[in-house]
């Protein structure tokens, strides 16, 4: 795993949930279903996620932060169905598991987008779906400004078409929609 860029404030990420802030996702999970959650932070949307696809599905959550792992190992572990492991998007291990690989506001973080999704490609089951939920920043207006510390971080171009840029990434890395 490379060095970590981003630090996710585990207080934001307790506030999600599956309905309210991953609506597309939850708009197509059934019982019984494999899903993969890439970035899954502290797990809260994941743990809506198995809830959703009930006792015969699975769930599995990822994210490299240890710290977010292990407090999502501590809030979801009644249930029997989800589990988490500490892994980078771009080096997924998994090989045509899940029905659903899915990552919410976790690609704007990553500097391989295309490695990414490659790996969730490679995650999914044939005939299975990816689902991405990723912020669009050249629409995002900023008032005030940004501190010139943040600007430097560095921008990526990003195509103003929702989901266009995932689109064509994943058009180059040879995954057919």
């Known amino acids: 795993m490379g060095v970590q860029q981003h630090q996710s404030d585990a ?4 506030r999600r949930t599956l ?7 939850a708009g197509v999970l059934a019982r019984g279903m494999s899903v993969l959650g890439v970035g899954c932070g502290t797990g ?6 198995a809830e959703a696809v009930g006792p015969t599905g699975t769930v599995v959550g990822v994210d490299r932060d240890q710290g ?10 009644l249930l029997p169905n989800l589990g988490f492991e500490e892994e980078d998007a771009t080096s997924l291990s998994f090989e045509r598991r899940f029905d659903v690989v899915t990552s919410a506001r976790t690609l704007q973080w990553i500097a391989d987008v295309a ?11 044939f005939g299975g779906l990816i689902v991405v939920l990723d912020y ?10 940004p501190p010139a510390q943040f600007a430097a971080c560095g ?17 180059k890395v040879n995954f057919s929609w």
Do not use: Y
């Open 19 to 25: 309905h309210k802030d991953h609506r597309c996702l």
């Open 44 to 49: 809260a949307i994941t743990k809506g996620i």
């Open 115 to 125: 490695g990414a999704i490659s790996r969730m490609a490679r995650a999914t089951k």
């Open 136 to 145: 669009n920043h050249s629409l995002n207006g900023w008032v005030p400004k």
């Open 68 to 77: 977010l792992i292990a407090r999502a190992r501590a809030h979801c572990r």
């Open 155 to 171: 921008s990526r171009e990003f195509v103003p078409f929702q989901n266009q840029r995932v689109r064509l990434i994943a058009e």
């Open 11 to 14: 207080r934001i990420l307790d």
